[in-house]
């Protein structure tokens, strides 16, 4: 199932690494992977990136009002990397133990459903991970105030409820929901806000903007897997609304950050200079044509594009306002 932003990190890793030979890797042949490689298969590195965006444009918009402060800006960034990492490993197990992960998968191999790792591994791993994220979070409430535990608790809980627990929220069509609040709205609202100590009508509008294309790269995971996800009983929103309405769903959402970006600078809300980020637009075009032209297992590509749309568009966007200062 899908990890909050993306299931899988591209096309073909665990192939390239040779893990389509499971029976290699479960004997410990010469083809098995070292344990330094599994969890690193496991944490799905691909999918960081695009984490990432959301503090990289609240941390541009606090230096722009004149906020920025290092420690709390890398702080943010440690936490949504940590709670993507937590995430990866809380739906690597949790889709094994519920079968919805099986040999068929059309993603790159999963280290439970493989046997590259047990279950008691990659639950422990998320602990650790977990604990982590909230140790930074200790600092982070000793700068901000007690409103940060309430944000972490909240983000942690839906983490792990995003295929775990007695609802899990991607298997009833809230998947686009939870990564929209936790990866746009609260990433660059909640890293602006740990610098400055205030919110911005701005910073929210930047949270749309790159809400909407991390939230396309759980649409294009549900389109690839749509047909496993119905066999499943997986009632994900590209299950409810068939394969056509989700590729509009999809180039919306792709077309969100562009739009909402100059009309900002049309009103003077952003200076000129964060046109900027309009130079990731072919990424983001080429992503669009493959999400209506293909099916299945070739839109591991779209989905790492899509992850590259958002993470280039925040960069070009931060580059925009430090040039216009």
């Given at each position: 199932m899908k990890g909050p932003v993306g299931r899988e990190d591209g096309a073909g890793l665990g192939d390239r690494a040779g893990l389509g030979d499971r029976a290699g890797v479960a004997g410990g042949g010469r083809g098995a992977p070292t344990m330094l490689h599994r969890w690193w298969l496991a944490i799905r590195p691909k999918t960081l990136p695009a984490a990432g965006a959301g503090v990289i444009t609240g941390t541009a918009l606090a230096w722009r009002d004149g906020g920025f402060s290092v420690g709390p800006a890398l702080a943010a960034?440690?936490?949504?990397?940590?709670?993507?990492?937590?995430?990866?490993?809380?739906?690597?197990?949790?889709?094994?133990?519920?079968?919805?992960?099986?040999?068929?998968?059309?993603?790159?191999?999963?280290?439970?459903?493989?046997?590259?790792?047990?279950?008691?591994?990659?639950?422990?791993?998320?602990?650790?991970?977990?604990?982590?994220?909230?140790?930074?979070?200790v600092y982070l409430t000793f700068v901000r105030g007690p409103l940060v535990v309430v944000v972490g608790v909240a983000a942690v809980v839906a983490a792990l409820a995003y295929t775990g627990g007695p609802y899990p929220l991607g298997y009833h069509g809230l998947g686009e929901v939870f990564v929209f609040l936790f990866f746009g709205l609260t990433a660059v609202v909640g890293t602006y806000w740990v610098q400055t100590g205030a919110t911005s009508l701005l910073a929210w509008l930047m949270a749309v903007a790159v809400g909407a294309p991390v939230t396309a790269i759980i649409v294009v995971n549900n389109l690839r897997d749509i047909e496993q996800d119905r066999a499943a009983g997986k009632r994900t929103v590209a299950v409810r609304i068939g394969v056509r309405a989700t590729r509009w769903e999809y180039a919306l959402l792709m077309a969100v950050p562009y739009a909402l970006l100059t009309i900002l600078v049309l009103t003077s809300d952003l200076p000129l200079a964060a046109l900027l980020a309009w130079l990731s637009l072919p990424l983001a075009l080429r992503a669009?044509?493959?999400?209506?032209?293909?099916?299945?297992?070739?839109?591991?590509?779209?989905?790492?594009?899509?992850?590259?749309t958002a993470i280039v568009y925040s960069a070009l966007f931060a580059l925009g306002l430090l040039l216009a200062h």
């Open positions: 960034l440690a936490v949504a990397l940590l709670l993507q990492i937590a995430s990866n490993l809380a739906n690597d197990v949790y889709d094994a133990e519920r079968g919805a992960d099986t040999a068929d998968r059309l993603g790159p191999v999963r280290v439970t459903q493989s046997g590259l790792l047990s279950r008691g591994q990659v639950k422990h791993g998320m602990v650790i991970v977990l604990a982590l994220a909230l140790a930074i979070g669009t044509r493959r999400v209506f032209l293909q099916t299945g297992r070739a839109l591991n590509l779209a989905l790492a594009e899509t992850g590259q």
